[in-house]
């Protein structure tokens, strides 16, 4: 079966530090998908990023970087420098591909709520 | 280009009512979801639509129905309400197979 777990139900950083985001998923398809979404207090979850089981190279994206690691079944998140805006919740989702593609069927973590303090 | 658009934002029910819920997905989006969030199940999947067709169901009871029309908008319908189906109800679409989804703003629903 599929499950996701992100194991930090809470994190506080002061602003400036940089802090990782855990994320440890299981699957037994070779082929599925990876995500990242951020869900600020207004309710909409916003897209940070997708990867496929194919692709293990990791990812940096501004203050933002995701670590893939296949052999232990991780993708986590880490953010450089964060910065009050950052606060949010942020969920680790799985997917497994239908059609052709990524479903819309993902399976999320529990989210770990990130607070950053001035 | 406007985001998906959920309406009503909030909305409260009593037992027993049924309830409807509309989302409209970004212009050009055939492609729409619908989850539920509580603080106690998290996230989960409740369907997905395509072109007017059910493509994935999650497991939920019957009471959980949608319906996607021509134009792409869906509308999630849930009867005989219970106290456990207070939850956010989020909508989300996308463009294509393996376009990445947009998320609407959600539907706050309490039953009281």
């Known amino acids: 079966a599929q499950k996701v777990t992100q194991a930090q139900t809470e994190i506080s950083v002061v602003e400036k530090e940089d802090v990782t985001l855990d994320c440890v998923y299981e699957?037994?398809?070779?082929?599925?998908?990876l995500f990242w979404y951020k869900q600020p207090p207004s309710g909409e979850l916003v897209f940070l990023i997708r990867r496929n089981s194919f692709d293990e190279q990791n990812e940096i994206s501004g203050r933002y970087s995701w670590n893939f690691q296949k052999s232990t079944s991780s993708f986590n998140f880490t953010i450089t420098a964060s910065q009050v805006v950052d606060s949010a919740v942020y969920f680790c989702?799985?997917?497994?591909?239908?059609?052709?593609?990524?479903?819309?069927?993902?399976?999320f973590g529990t989210g770990t709520l990130l607070a950053v303090q001035p | 280009k406007a985001g998906v658009t959920q309406t009503p934002r909030y909305l409260i029910k009593t037992r027993g009512q049924q309830v409807t819920l509309s989302c409209s997905p970004i212009s050009g989006h055939r492609s729409v979801s619908w989850y539920q969030q509580t603080p106690g199940q998290g996230l989960q999947f409740l369907f997905e639509y395509f072109s007017e067709t059910q493509r994935n169901k999650g497991n939920f009871p019957g009471r959980f129905s949608g319906r996607q029309f021509s134009n792409s908008r869906s509308e999630m319908n849930v009867s005989t309400l219970e106290l456990g189906d207070s939850a956010l109800y989020l909508c989300a679409s996308r463009a294509s197979t393996n376009e990445k989804l947009f998320f609407g703003s959600g539907t706050q629903l309490s039953v009281l």
């Open positions: 989702a799985l997917s497994e591909p239908n059609y052709g593609g990524a479903t819309n069927k993902l399976i």
């Open positions: 699957t037994r398809d070779t082929t599925y998908y």
